[in-house]
């Protein structure tokens, strides 16, 4: 079956360090997104791509990178950088550029600084 | 620029009773709207979406909703409760007038309690 696979799912994180959280797809789709989510609010943008070896800051990209070298693969990187980075990820993607096809979503990676 | 508002951060209803999560928007074009349900520790379901076709729009496991562009709303409902449909549920607009980054705004999510 086809679908978004995130991993691990659930990882810890030390103060200082940086951690990658895995997003992998066999959707063939051409766009993919992280999102953060926060207990009682929506979702939020952190980065985003529409094709391979190109991706766009969301609404809050500090403190987190991305890599898109591969169409089913986009990594986001937890810097320390990011101070306050204990939250739910999402990963997800569409087929074309906007966001009129729906998105489909991974299960999430809930990151824990310990 | 772009919004959505869930008027309900909780429901509760009982099994087998109507089921009504309410969801307004605002948005300077012709949005495309949609629902996504969320259970616990896991990613969003697409439920439904309206993209300028049909206003009633049906979607997976019994839900609904209804394109009502008088009232700028996009309400969701399912006519008997089961006690599966117990989850975190997301309206969202999505258009070019603003929003994130990609064009997308979540709502801040209702949460449905089914009672036995």
């Known amino acids: 079956d086809g679908g978004i696979t995130q991993s691990p799912k659930y990882l810890f994180r030390k103060e200082g360090q940086n951690v990658t959280l895995s997003c992998e797809q066999n959707?063939?789709?051409?766009?993919m997104y992280w999102y953060r989510q926060d207990p009682g609010q929506g979702l939020r943008l952190i980065y985003y791509?529409?094709?391979?070896?190109?991706?766009q800051k969301g609404d809050i990209a500090e403190g987190y990178s991305v890599s898109r070298e591969k169409k089913e693969s986009f990594p986001l990187t937890v810097t320390s950088a990011q101070k306050n980075p204990t939250a739910f990820y999402l990963c997800?993607?569409?087929?074309?550029?906007?966001?009129?096809?729906?998105?489909?979503f991974g299960s999430g990676t809930r990151l824990t600084v310990v | 620029a772009q919004s959505v508002t869930q008027l309900d951060s909780h429901v509760s209803v009982s099994e087998g009773t109507p089921v009504l999560l309410r969801c307004n928007y605002s948005?300077?074009?012709?949005?495309?709207l949609f629902w996504y349900v969320q259970h616990p520790n896991k990613g969003l379901q697409l439920l439904l979406k309206?993209?300028?076709?049909?206003?009633l729009v049906k979607g997976i496991n019994g839900f609904e909703a209804e394109f009502k562009k008088s009232e700028t709303s996009f309400h969701l409902t399912k006519p008997s409760a089961h006690m599966s449909d117990a989850a975190e549920y997301f309206c969202?607009?999505?258009?070019?007038?603003?929003?994130?980054?990609?064009?997308?705004?979540f709502g801040k999510g209702t949460h449905l309690i089914i009672q036995p």
């Open positions: 948005s300077s074009y012709s949005p495309s």
């Open positions: 309206y993209t300028s076709a049909a206003t």
């Open positions: 969202v607009v999505s258009g070019r007038s603003g929003g994130g980054a990609d064009g997308l705004t």
């Open positions: 997800a993607s569409s087929p074309g550029e906007y966001p009129n096809y729906g998105y489909t």
């Open positions: 959707l063939n789709h051409d766009a």
């Open positions: 791509s529409q094709i391979v070896n190109d991706f």
